[in-house]
């Protein structure tokens, strides 16, 4: 069957994956797995951009990226899921992509001012950082991926991609597709205190967290403030609680709500049937998440044969850059 197209998207190994990543990214890459080619990158790279001081985590936290990945069901006989680092072509399209990428393009990046704000001028000041961008259009481009499933934060990057595509096919000639966004259905899933699930506010459901863990976790979830009693009304729309029904429990969202709205269901009750819930989906995941953990070899395998096969398009492109832009030497000719 022909595929629909070819995708490529990917994860920085900052850390572990949270149920953000799950709902809002490989939920959906998994089900695109069938329909397009489908490149999945951990973007090593990326994370140095910010965390170049403290490595030592680094190697595990691409593996633990690589188990969360193959545990929520991306599939290498599917998929080509690889490391950035392992495929160096990524280096030098990034370099040559750096030439046409005006600095003012990067200073106005809304992420790139955000970050700059939240994690101070130390952490944020380096050439690497502000070219972040730049880094990820190469990513993308080297692959001539035509889609980008992403989360509504991703989209400023992907605009810069798109900029930056058209700047280097007017000058060179038409080398790369313009890259469209995919958003995900559950872009933003609340944490355990409210806000947006991110590591960086240590309010997250991580993948790897066992049973008793993530029963605490919810147990301590903020609920609507104004419901303090069981018996006092609810507003389910403003309960984070409620979020991970509509995700979990698809099934008893009305009476939920209802219960909620009337006082009858109280946040103790509540918060037992949605973690029982939010269990049994993860359930098939933690199991697989404990195989692949066990042997890393196997880990190791998929992504050495994902950076193959990921080397050899890229390679391929790089050739045709350099045919575009005239670096490459003349074929030789016999006298
Ligand atoms: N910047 C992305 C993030 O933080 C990760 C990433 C790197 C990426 N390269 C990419 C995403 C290419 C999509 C396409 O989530």
């Known amino acids: ?13 900052t850390g572990r994956l949270h149920l953000g990543h799950l709902e809002g990214t490989l939920r959906t890459w998994a089900r695109l797995q069938d329909d397009y080619e489908c490149f999945f990158e951990i973007a090593d790279w990326h994370a140095l951009t910010t965390g170049f001081e403290d490595t030592d985590l680094l190697r595990e936290n691409i593996e633990q990226v690589a ?8 599939d290498p006989e599917r998929s080509v899921l690889f490391v950035q680092s392992d495929v160096k072509e990524h ?38 950082f502000l070219g972040y961008p730049v880094l990820q259009a190469a990513d993308i481009v080297i692959y001539k991926a035509d889609t980008v499933p992403i989360g ?3 989209l ?21 597709p313009e890259p469209e966004a995919k958003l995900s259905r559950f872009s933003v899933i609340p944490g355990t205190d409210g806000r947006k699930m991110s590591k960086s506010y240590g309010n997250t459901i991580d993948l790897s967290d066992s049973p008793e863990v993530i029963t605490q976790k919810v147990r301590k979830m903020f609920t609507d403030p104004e ?8 507003h389910p729309d403003k309960c984070p609680v409620f979020v991970y029904h509509n995700i979990y429990n698809q099934g008893r969202t ?66 045709e850059v350099r045919q575009a832009m005239k670096t490459a030497a003349p074929a030789a000719t016999n006298p």
């Open 1 to 13: 069957m022909a595929k629909k197209g070819r995708i490529l998207s990917g994860h920085r190994p």
């Open 67 to 74: 188990i969360d990945w193959l545990a929520a069901g991306l």
């Open 91 to 128: 280096a030098e399209l990034h370099l040559l992509l750096s030439m046409v990428t005006p600095v003012s393009w990067l200073e106005r990046c809304p992420t790139y001012k955000d970050q700059k704000q939240q994690l101070g001028d130390e952490k944020t000041a380096g050439y690497g």
């Open 152 to 154: 509504e934060d991703q």
């Open 156 to 176: 400023p990057h992907l605009e810069l991609t798109r900029e930056i595509v058209r700047r280097f096919n007017n000058i060179y000639g038409p080398v790369f």
């Open 227 to 234: 419901k303090i009693y069981k018996g006092d009304p609810g």
């Open 254 to 319: 009305q009476p939920i709500k209802q219960g909620c709205e009337s006082g009858e269901l109280g946040c103790v009750d509540c918060k037992v049937e949605v973690i029982e819930h939010l269990l049994a989906a993860l359930e098939p995941l933690m199991e697989r998440r404990a195989e692949l953990d066990a042997n890393r070899s196997l880990v190791r395998e998929v992504l050495a044969a994902g950076a193959e096969t990921a080397r050899a398009v890229a390679t391929d492109t790089m050739e």
